[in-house]
């Protein structure tokens, strides 16, 4: 199967909870990417990257199964993030912004689902209309909105905006922390929040985290799993991991309590490998172990 990941690629410079400074590759396009590759999945990348991205860059994504279209290719320097970890939370400032995801490159792609998961106002609304209008009848559509929600000041320094408006018609899931829930819903937070994005946007699916647990929702089921607090050096990457596990177990199972488990289970994979940057993608034997264990210890509540 076939996933199409609309996001740009990022090259990061990390500062972990211990003050070691990592940099690397990095964005949707390399954590879901990757994951989605442990899953067996074709993947398409809608991104766009800087000349000043280097060799051993472009050789790792292929090494991996991830290839960058020259189209792609953009005068403007790859966008780049300097992220402080804190605890569980990150502080980030942008240092460069590459150009927006052009439509052409959406409109020439075929693919049987679709993984939009902006890092700076890089996918305009026509490139959502587009792929909304033009998805086939089976094609799963998944939004990380982070880069709409996204404002920065003269510093660089990233924070939420209070609120946005966005036409969210046509996607089928979406996944919220808690500062987005926030801005998506005028301050909404926990159970209120996430009912009213499933009832107002009309979402099939959605994903939320928070410090203590992860969340899902469809229709007037809310359906939680715990996460036990670690201490580990470096998050960056974990909300692509759960939106991907996400993405691909239900285009193989259609079933969202196996592909909300087996999410959650990647989270919790990656977090107890205790990694820096890209070496946090769990393989998909340990999501599966983990996976079973939370089926068995899935709790719901009708809203």
């Not at 609309?6 to 964005?27: A, E, M």
């Not at 050789?59 to 403007?76: A, E, R, V």
């Not at 966008?79 to 569980?88: A, D, S």
Request: charged residues 25%; hydrophobic residues 40%.
């Amino acid at each position: 199967m076939d996933l199409t990941i609309v996001s740009n690629l990022v090259r990061d410079t990390i500062v972990g909870n211990d003050g070691v400074i990592l940099q690397t590759l990095g964005g949707p396009p390399c954590y879901a990417g990757l994951m989605a590759r442990e899953f067996g999945f074709n993947i398409n990348l809608v991104t766009r990257y800087g000349k000043d991205l280097m060799e051993k860059d472009i050789h790792i994504l292929k090494t991996n199964g991830l290839s960058l279209k020259s189209s792609g290719l953009s005068d403007l320097p790859t966008t780049k993030f300097v992220i402080h970890c804190l605890g569980r939370s990150r502080k980030l400032v942008l240092e460069s912004k590459c150009d927006k995801v052009r439509l052409e490159d959406v409109m020439e792609t075929v693919t049987d689902g679709w993984l939009i998961s902006p890092v700076f106002d890089e996918v305009s609304q026509p490139v959502l209309d587009y792929i909304r209008d033009h998805r086939g009848d089976l094609d799963f559509v998944m939004l990380d909105p982070q880069g709409f929600t996204r404002v920065s000041d003269d510093q660089g320094t990233i924070s939420t905006r209070n609120d946005i408006s966005l036409d969210l018609k046509g996607m089928r899931a979406i996944k919220l922390d808690p500062a987005e829930l926030a801005c998506l819903t005028g301050g909404l937070s926990g159970v209120a929040g996430i009912k009213k994005v499933v009832d107002h946007y009309h979402v099939d699916y959605l994903l939320h985290t928070d410090e203590k647990a992860i969340h899902a929702a469809t229709g007037d089921t809310h359906y939680w799993l715990k996460i036990s607090d670690m201490n580990i050096p470096d998050s960056t990457g974990i909300g692509d991991i759960l939106s991907s596990t996400f993405a691909c177990t239900f285009m193989k199972e259609n079933d969202v309590i196996w592909a909300f488990c087996f999410a959650v289970g990647a989270v919790l994979a990656s977090l107890n490998l205790k990694r820096r940057g890209l070496e946090k993608i769990p393989k998909r034997s340990k999501v599966e172990e983990n996976a079973a264990y939370f089926y068995a210890a899935l709790n719901y509540e009708k809203f």
